[in-house]
């Protein structure tokens, strides 16, 4: 069982910074890929990034503007997001997954002004 505890959302306006932090619980955390999701009101939630021992991925709707990287050493998963844009407004999900075993944490919300 792992457990994920996101932290860092806000109210920003466009064009700022935020930075997500998820810290997960459980020995085993370098085994596992660790992600972010969004979901805006009214919409399906969607990938943002991902990122495993190996590699990562990221939407090509916030290439260049968010990047992802995680710290073993502090089973923390971050996620720095610049130049942000009244659409990135949603609730940022932490998700880790390791074979068949996925966990999500409880969401925090990013709201971006304009």
């Known amino acids: 069982q792992v457990q994920l505890v996101e932290s860092g959302g806000g109210l920003v306006k466009a064009g700022g910074s935020l930075r997500l932090s998820c810290a997960a619980s459980?020995?085993?955390?370098?085994?596992?890929?660790m992600g972010w999701f969004r979901q805006a009101p009214g919409k399906e939630r969607e990938f943002v990034a991902s990122?495993?021992?190996?590699?990562?991925s990221i939407n090509e709707s916030v290439k260049g503007r968010f990047t992802i990287s995680r710290d073993n050493g502090k089973n923390t998963v971050y996620l720095q997001m610049n130049s942000l844009k009244p659409e990135d407004t949603a609730v940022y999900y932490c998700n880790a997954r390791l074979g068949a075993n996925v966990y999500w944490g409880q969401g925090t919300q990013v709201t971006v002004s304009s």
């Open positions: 990122i495993s021992w190996s590699s990562m």
């Open positions: 459980g020995r085993t955390f370098m085994g596992y890929t």
